[in-house]
Nanobody, 116 residues
Framework: VQLVESGGGLVQPGGSLRLSCAASGFTFSRYHMSWVRQAPGKGLEWVSDINSGGGSTYYADSVKGRFTISRDNAKNTLYLQMNSLKPEDTALYYC??????????WGQGTQVTVSS
């Protein structure tokens, strides 16, 4: 199993970024997937979930209305569209596979920095 995030970078407040997570080594379409972030000096924070088919999505209150999770099961890829970014969104963003009872696989993370 491999999860590889990309798309992070430095962006000004109010800007946008689109994160991607390329999955391999398992049947991507069978698993719920999540985005989780970790801000500097803080613990892990759940950001968003999407079910296996992509029809149901869930968001933390802190990102609701600004972030959109999606997936392309034909391309084995998970996405996170982030709009209206704020400095408090600065974090290392991970995609994670929902193994049922826990996140059983994680990517290496992609850094998002929101600063002027």
């Amino acid at each position: 199993v491999q999860l590889v995030e990309s798309g992070g970078g430095l962006v000004q407040p109010g800007g946008s970024l689109r994160l991607s997570c390329a999955a391999s080594g398992f049947t991507f379409s069978r698993y719920h997937m999540s985005w989780v972030r970790q801000a500097p000096g803080k613990g892990l924070e759940w950001v968003s979930d999407i079910n296996s088919g992509g029809g149901s999505t869930y968001y933390a209150d802190s990102v609701k209305g600004r972030f959109t999770i999606s997936r392309d099961n034909a391309k084995n890829t998970l996405y996170l569209q982030m709009n209206s970014l704020k400095p408090e969104d600065t974090a290392l963003y991970y995609c994670a596979r929902d193994g049922g009872y826990e996140y059983d696989y994680w990517g290496q993370g992609t850094q998002v920095t929101v600063s002027s």
